[in-house]
């Protein structure tokens, strides 16, 4: 579970790379504490630079968000552990998120770590299928 003002890895392509969660959508209960598959709104701490050498073209494309912006993203690690159904209990090292456009699609195109795989039965299919392993 992840509260709010948790900080998080940003494992998608567009740009950002630290995370900060200000709001927990998505979820009734739990008292705002976002689990794996909820999506969340984040502000973005660190983001890759942008690079703008002269005689250079210009690579801003590639980083879709700066610091400081305000996105919607998904929750797909998180220390806390979590029960599945079978009972096993699975946890990561640390928290982390996609993030996502206005249409809820995430916003790269390539994800850059492993995923959990509740993501599949949360209606995230899309960022699990991108992803390099789904665990």
Known sequence: MLGLKATMAIIDN???LVAECVNVLRNKSNHGLARVGDE?????????????????????????????DVRHAVVVRTKKEMTRPDGR????DDNACVLLN?????????VNGVVASELRYTGWGKI??????VI
């Open 128 to 133: 699990a299928s991108l992803a390099p392993k």
């Open 102 to 110: 206005n249409k809820k699609e995430p916003l790269g195109t390539r």
């Open 89 to 92: 209990v699975i946890r990561f």
């Open 40 to 68: 969340i709104v984040v502000v973005i701490q660190k983001a890759r630079p942008i690079s703008n050498a002269p005689g250079q073209p210009s690579v801003s494309n590639a980083n879709k968000v700066r610091r400081g």
């Open 14 to 16: 567009s740009g950002g």
